[in-house]
């Protein structure tokens, strides 16, 4: 298990850590950081797994280097069934894991910004079973708002 100043440091080391920067911030500070791999499909993919006896996603935050498809695949090593909500562009995807199960999510998240899950069984998200999706860059030229450019810290 990592340490609290491990978890710190690779905050700071993915750009995390600080206000203004791509978001988090140590807001999501129960797990490691992971990064989703692109197929030659063009869809990004990554495994998210709900440990034993920890109420928390692993990795706690997934990066993307850019919007688009990704396959998640969910593992619950869990004793307890947990669910797991996930954001798609218009279209929240619902996973139901019961204890030692695997699903698979197909999600769409076209635009940069950060994008939280959580399991909504019980008081699981309460209790910390949150995750996040950053996905870096700036939004598209097409879909700025027309104004003057504005200071950036």
Not at 54 to 80: C, F, Q, S, V
Request: proline letters at 7%.
């Amino acid at each position: 298990m990592t340490t609290t100043e491990d978890r710190s440091a690779e905050l700071a080391a993915a750009g995390l850590d600080g206000q203004n920067r791509t978001a988090l911030g140590r807001l999501i500070n129960t797990g490691s950081i992971g990064h989703a791999e692109e197929g030659t499909d063009g869809v990004l993919r990554a495994t998210i797994r709900i440990p034993e006896d920890e109420l928390r996603y692993e990795p706690a935050i997934l990066i993307l280097p850019r919007g688009g498809d990704i396959e998640l695949t969910l593992i619950n090593d869990d004793k307890n069934t947990h669910c797991a909500v996930l954001p798609s562009n218009g279209d929240p995807k619902f996973i139901w894991l019961v204890n030692h199960a695997k699903g698979i999510a197909r999600l769409n998240l076209d635009g940069p910004g950060t994008y939280y899950y959580g399991s909504h069984s019980g008081n699981d998200e309460g209790r910390g079973l949150t995750g996040a999706i950053v996905i870096g860059g700036e939004v598209p030229d097409h879909a700025k708002l027309d104004r003057p450019p504005q200071p950036r810290p």
